[in-house]
């Protein structure tokens, strides 16, 4: 099994739609996760940290789940600008490092 | 803001030669890491160092190697090019402060081309 495991879409959805993200990840431990957005041919940016007690910021909103082991990201009130790929961030199952998941891609459309 | 720095954007070299990717943070981050993004593959982690003169391998080191003489610097070395290692070459730092993992920045990426 993947540390961190996405689904890598894409996800098409409107202008205005809500759209969520799951992220699995093999850790039982891990304490750390985060989102990151990655435009097309660009580095990724950090999104959010992801909290046991959830984050929220402005339209998006991550939580983590550590019964079914899984961190989530929700988009609200989606824009043509929010189409990107979005990569899971958690840590290794052994160490101190960081892994990243895949990406999962969204785009939006008019 | 945190600034990381690669010193291309784009490099074109040929099969065999030795190729010097640079990249500079300037927070005082305890930690680098070189990172490469192919298609279909995500990011995979060639090597970290978590000090200055230290490095271990991630996932991929083969036919890389690293050098950290100042904190700020981390140099990821091709000692002899290869068409596999044509890639987008991305450097990251972050620093060991607070509980868990600390989130990683990255530079603007170098796209390297070996023809």
Same mark, same amino acid.
């Given at each position: 099994?993947?540390?961190? !495991?996405q689904?890598?879409g894409?996800f098409? @959805?409107?202008?205005?739609?809500? =759209?969520?993200f799951?992220c699995?990840?093999?850790?039982?431990?891990? /304490?750390?996760?985060?989102w990151y957005r990655q435009?097309?041919?660009?580095?990724p940016?950090?999104l &959010?940290?992801?909290?046991?007690?959830?984050?929220?910021?402005?339209?998006?909103?991550? /939580?983590?789940?550590?019964?079914? /082991?899984?961190? +989530?990201l929700?988009i609200?009130?989606? *824009?043509?600008?929010d +189409?990107a790929t979005y990569l899971c @961030?958690?840590?290794?199952?052994?160490?101190?490092?960081?892994?990243?998941g895949?990406g999962t891609i969204l785009?939006?459309?008019? | 803001?945190? *600034?990381?720095?690669?010193?291309?954007?784009?490099? @074109?070299?040929?099969?065999?030669?030795?190729?010097?990717?640079?990249? @500079?943070?300037? &927070?005082?981050?305890?930690? &680098?890491?070189?990172?490469?993004?192919?298609?279909?593959?995500?990011?995979?982690?060639?090597?970290?160092?978590?000090? =200055? *003169? &230290?490095?271990?391998?991630?996932? #991929?080191?083969?036919?890389?190697?690293?050098?950290?003489?100042?904190?700020?610097?981390?140099?990821?070395?091709? !000692?002899?090019?290869?068409?596999?290692?044509?890639?987008?070459?991305?450097?990251?730092?972050?620093?060991?402060?607070?509980?868990?993992?600390?989130?990683?920045?990255?530079?603007?990426?170098?796209?390297?081309? #070996?023809?």
């Amino acid at each position: 099994r993947k540390e961190v !495991e996405q689904d890598p879409g894409p996800f098409n @959805v409107p202008e205005g739609a809500t =759209v969520a993200f799951n992220c699995t990840y093999s850790n039982s431990a891990s /304490q750390s996760f985060f989102w990151y957005r990655q435009d097309c041919r660009k580095e990724p940016k950090l999104l &959010m940290s992801v909290y046991s007690s959830g984050n929220e910021d402005g339209r998006f909103t991550a /939580q983590l789940n550590r019964a079914s /082991q899984y961190i +989530s990201l929700l988009i609200r009130d989606s *824009k043509l600008s929010d +189409s990107a790929t979005y990569l899971c @961030v958690g840590p290794r199952e052994y160490g101190n490092k960081l892994v990243f998941g895949a990406g999962t891609i969204l785009r939006v459309k008019s | 803001d945190v *600034k990381v720095t690669q010193s291309s954007r784009y490099l @074109v070299k040929r099969t065999g030669e030795k190729v010097f990717l640079e990249c @500079v943070q300037d &927070m005082d981050h305890e930690n &680098m890491f070189w990172y490469r993004q192919d298609p279909g593959l995500g990011l995979r982690l060639i090597y970290f160092s978590y000090d =200055v *003169k &230290m490095k271990e391998k991630g996932d #991929i080191p083969e036919g890389y190697s690293v050098s950290r003489e100042k904190k700020e610097r981390f140099s990821l070395i091709l !000692e002899s090019a290869s068409t596999n290692q044509t890639s987008m070459y991305l450097c990251a730092s972050n620093t060991n402060g607070g509980t868990g993992n600390q989130p990683q920045h990255f530079g603007d990426g170098t796209r390297l081309s #070996i023809l």
